[in-house]
């Protein structure tokens, strides 16, 4: 036996006590010790495992330095699903038994982005692909090319073809798997909308849809049709246009073509040079935003087909009964539910306003003005509605209108929001000229009507307008009258 001294604590005395160490007590701990490693050491194993396998794919992060420098075209594709939320997990090009998490009788999207100087992950990825993901049960696979799309400008250019024909050749495999090409849609921001058109030329237009998010203009401006987006490249072909007159796409590439406020000068961007890259990029960037107001509902903002964004704003082209009872297209996601009548129109250029920030769609109303003057007036009639405290002001953009004696004149007044029920209508007529007399509009009729629903016209008789003073009256049912 061992013995060791330890100090008595009454006296102070060193005390020698006996302590036994059972050996066969240790062994029996250390057997014990050893038993229990081995049990636990596997579940460790897969607890370590299980951890590793559950890391997430991250989009490839970059900084300017490797936009100087040039990046080599890497293409990795990301899959989310609503199973593993914003989880991403990298596809193999190579071997689709390895992509276990991709469900081939899924509805398959590929998100693509654009150039990027900075080397940055797209700020609105994850957005898009949750709000994909909330509206439908589908594969999204994000399409990261930030290697190659972090350099020159020209030299990413350059890339848009190769990033295509890499994409093209794993939906190949897709479709060798039992995938089917009407259930595959390509949504492309920029460069990422002609990489969309690459990857549908090469599959002879077969894919379901390609949603093209302002395709980029410089080095696209008037190539052949195999060198861009086309409206060929897929089954159905919807595109955005919000920056048609800098980075963006001026003429029409798709069975439809969205030209939000013209196709430019987005409201709430900056318009001179002062308020830095956000001047270059806020208008480009408008149209991810808008096709996330289309993903959430937010509201419909509704789009009318029309020759010129000019005859638009001056209430020439509000007639919808080309499309039925489902009326004038909605921009965005649904616009699918228009797409056999748009298919039978060829190519349908269409215009819709918006406010400066989310949410963006306006509420639309046709205005029709019959006076009894005897001379002819040109000039401005801007309307308010109120209901209960809540005011919408018209956004009026047109050109001076010609009022004439017993004719009717069409205009159209666009609310920031929507006034459930009317109460009062507040009026105002303008020449815009301060040197000529104040005139005054006899107005015998004044009507308006709600474009985006169903609901009946209002109407207010015998009002007269003296220029630049507004005038507030309580309108009825048009159908309460014969006129």
């Not at 307008?465 to 005038?471: C, M």
Request: charged letters at 20%; one cysteine or more.
């Amino acid at each position: 036996m061992d013995t060791i001294s330890l100090p008595d604590p009454d006296d102070g005395r060193i005390e020698t006590r006996n302590i036994f160490v059972h050996q066969s007590l240790l062994s029996s701990l250390l057997v014990l010790s050893m038993f229990l490693w081995q049990l636990l050491t596997p579940l460790l194993l897969i607890t370590v495992q299980t951890y590793e396998a559950q890391q997430c794919e991250k989009f490839t992060k970059l900084n300017i330095g490797h936009a100087i420098i040039g990046t080599r075209l890497t293409i990795r594709l990301l899959l989310y699903t609503r199973e593993n939320g914003f989880c991403g997990s990298l596809m193999s090009h190579i071997d689709m038994s390895a992509n276990s998490q991709l469900n081939l009788s899924r509805p398959t999207t590929f998100v693509i982005h654009g150039f990027r100087p900075t080397g940055s992950p797209p700020v609105w990825l994850k957005d898009i692909t949750e709000g994909l993901l909330a509206r439908s049960d589908i594969n999204v696979i994000v399409v990261d090319w930030n290697r190659g799309a972090a350099t020159s400008y020209f030299k990413a250019v350059e890339n848009t073809k190769k990033a295509g024909a890499n994409i093209t050749a794993f939906i190949e495999m897709m479709q060798n798997h039992g995938a089917s090409l009407s259930s595959i849609h390509l949504i492309g921001f920029s460069l990422g909308a002609h990489i969309s058109g690459f990857i549908g030329a090469s599959l002879n237009g077969s894919v379901g849809r390609i949603s093209a998010l302002d395709p980029a203009g410089l080095m696209f401006r008037g190539t052949p049709t195999h060198d861009r987006l086309d409206s060929t490249d897929a089954q159905f072909v919807d595109v955005l246009h919000t920056d048609s007159d800098a980075l963006g796409f001026n003429e029409p590439l798709g069975h439809i073509d969205f030209y939000a406020n013209g196709g430019k000068d987005q409201p709430g961007c900056p318009k001179t040079i002062f308020s830095g890259e956000s001047y270059f990029k806020c208008d480009h960037q408008r149209s991810v935003a808008l096709y996330m107001d289309s993903l959430t509902r937010t509201c419909a903002s509704r789009a009318y087909p029309c020759s010129s964004y000019k005859d638009f704003l001056n209430g020439k082209c509000l007639e919808c009964d080309q499309f039925g009872a489902a009326g004038c297209p909605v921009f965005g996601y649904d616009v699918t539910e228009w797409k056999d009548a748009l298919l039978k129109l060829n190519q349908t250029k269409t215009y819709f306003t918006t406010n400066p920030k989310t949410p963006f769609c306006m509420t639309n109303y046709r205005m029709d003005v019959v006076i009894w003057n005897r001379d002819v007036h040109w000039g401005y009639v801007t309307v308010k509605l109120h209901y209960n405290g809540t005011e919408a002001v018209a956004k009026i953009e047109h050109t001076a209108s010609e009022f004439k004696k017993y004719t009717e004149t069409t205009l159209l007044a666009q609310f920031d929001k929507d006034i459930q029920r009317v109460e009062k209508v507040s009026l105002k007529f303008s020449t815009g000229n301060v040197l000529k007399p104040k005139q005054k509009l006899r107005v015998l009729r004044i009507r308006l009507t709600h474009l985006e629903r169903e609901q009946t016209p209002l109407c207010r008789y015998d009002v007269l307008l003296e220029e630049n003073r507004e005038v507030t009256v309580r309108p009825i049912p048009c159908e309460r009258s014969s006129f």
